[in-house]
């Protein structure tokens, strides 16, 4: 663990016992510095979807007027505004946890309220029905989203998010791997709370599933 880093570790370690308590309750304060500094820099827009995920996305007999995604963990916009140029009918509800990434969101030159809903919320304690109509999305999309949040956490947010989600509809997801290179990284810098659970030197979470 780089030496900068680990004081903070033994403080947190100090006041709460087990540290993905910690590090769970700070999350929000950890990603809106994460999105503060770097804006939407970070991540690329993720084009490919229209390539790997489109036959979910497209219009059908179902949803001749488009389909209603739910993004879950939406950053600063980098899956819905290529969904939402690539699908002229799509509807998107986005949320994260950050005030300044949804934020992002909405000054976005593409944005538009008719086509983006995007607010602020914490799928591991909120309840998604207070803001979307039960079985009405046809699209749930989880890209790097539940390797963020504690393993713990991770049924409570899929018991959420099926409640928005129609009988027949999808859930897609992409996300660390267990031995992957990202995981390498981290067990080499030493940042694991528990077995396949890290935390970064900017406070944020990184699991493998």
């Given amino acids: 663990m780089p030496p900068a880093f680990r004081p903070a570790v033994i403080q947190a370690g100090r006041r709460y016992p087990n540290l993905d308590d910690y590090y769970q309750k700070k999350a929000r304060k950890f990603w809106d510095n994460f999105y503060k500094r770097h804006k939407n820099k970070f991540f690329k827009d993720r084009h490919y979807l229209e390539k790997d995920w489109g036959q979910y ?26 969904l939402v140029a690539a699908y002229p009918k799509i509807y998107v509800h986005a949320c994260d946890i950050s005030p300044h990434a949804v934020a992002l969101v909405k000054s976005h030159v593409k944005f538009k309220e008719d086509r983006v809903n995007a607010f602020v919320y914490d799928v591991t304690v909120d309840n998604l029905l207070e803001r979307i109509n039960p079985s009405s999305v046809d699209v749930i ?9 504690s393993p713990y956490k991770m049924a409570l947010i899929l018991q959420n998010i099926r409640r928005v989600l129609k009988p027949d509809g999808y859930v897609l997801l992409r996300d660390y791997a267990v031995g992957d290179f990202a995981q390498v990284k981290l067990e080499n810098k030493n940042q694991m709370i528990s077995e396949g659970f890290y935390v970064r030197g900017d406070g944020t979470l990184a699991s493998t599933l």
């Fill in 57 to 82: 996305l497209s219009d059908d007999a179902h949803s001749p007027n488009g389909k209603v995604v739910l993004e879950v963990g939406c950053g600063a916009g980098n899956t819905i505004f290529p």
């Fill in 141 to 149: 999309t989880l890209i790097f989203m539940l390797s963020a949040v």
